[in-house]
Each structure stands twice: as C-alpha cells, then as structure tokens.
C-alpha cells in the first residue's frame, strides 16, 4: 500500500466537512436532537475527520502550528470520544462540533492544501 500524503489526510478532512455539511444543511439545533439517523451520520463523518487529523498530525505536526485552525489534537480527541465514549455522547455537544468546530477545521484544511 502507498503511503499517503498530508494533502491526503486534508483532502479527507475536506471530504468528510462536505458530506457532514450536507447532512445537516438546513438545520437547527432542535431537528438535530430530533433526528438520531443525522446524529449517527454526523458521528461517522466526525470520527473519519478525527482520524484524518491525527494520521495528518502524525505526518507533519508543524501544519497545526502553520494552521492553528485544522484544531488536529482537539479532532482527534473528539474522534476518540465518539468512537469509545459513543454510550455517553451528549448530542447537544456532537452538534456544536459538528455545526462549530469542523467547519472550522474544513476551511484551516482548504487554506493548508493551498499551501
């Protein structure tokens, strides 16, 4: 198998942004809550996000430094909360991560693949 790249990893993380962007496009808080199928596909989308950001990290830790944005250690340890934690996930929490925080990292990816 090929090694991967950081503008692999950041094309993941830009990837996963725009598939999580799409499942809860047009939507508040409250149809968020309501709607557990969108809250497991957000919690796919985040954890593939986080685990882009951690192999990301891994490859060049200066692109958090470069890119304070990307938030890799913060994705990444979402990422574990999600994936180990998912019996204590508070959803009102998922959505900010999901609706806040990637988006973020969406863009401080699209700038970063720039680069």
Same mark, same amino acid.
């Given at each position: 198998?090929?090694? *991967?790249?950081? /503008?692999?990893?950041? +094309?993941?993380?830009?990837?996963?942004?725009? *598939? !999580? @962007? %799409?499942?809860?496009? %047009?939507?508040? $808080? @409250?149809?968020?809550?309501?709607?557990?199928?969108? $809250?497991? =596909?957000?919690?796919?989308?985040? @954890? =593939?996000? %986080?685990?882009?950001?951690?192999?990301?990290?891994?490859?060049?830790?200066?692109?958090?430094?470069?890119?304070?944005?990307? $938030?890799?250690? !913060?994705?990444?340890?979402?990422?574990? *909360?999600?994936?180990?934690?998912?019996?204590?996930?508070?959803?009102?929490?998922?959505? +900010?991560?999901? /609706?806040?925080?990637?988006?973020?990292?969406?863009?401080?990816? *699209?700038? =970063?693949?720039?680069?």
């Amino acid at each position: 198998m090929s090694k *991967r790249s950081a /503008s692999d990893w950041l +094309s993941d993380i830009i990837s996963w942004g725009e *598939r !999580l @962007e %799409g499942h809860i496009a %047009g939507m508040t $808080q @409250e149809d968020f809550l309501d709607d557990t199928k969108t $809250q497991d =596909a957000a919690s796919k989308c985040a @954890e =593939a996000i %986080g685990m882009a950001a951690y192999e990301l990290n891994k490859l060049d830790p200066s692109l958090e430094r470069e890119f304070p944005g990307l $938030q890799l250690s !913060l994705a990444y340890k979402s990422r574990n *909360r999600l994936s180990h934690g998912y019996y204590a996930v508070d959803e009102s929490i998922l959505w +900010s991560t999901v /609706s806040e925080s990637i988006p973020k990292t969406v863009a401080a990816a *699209r700038l =970063a693949k720039r680069k």
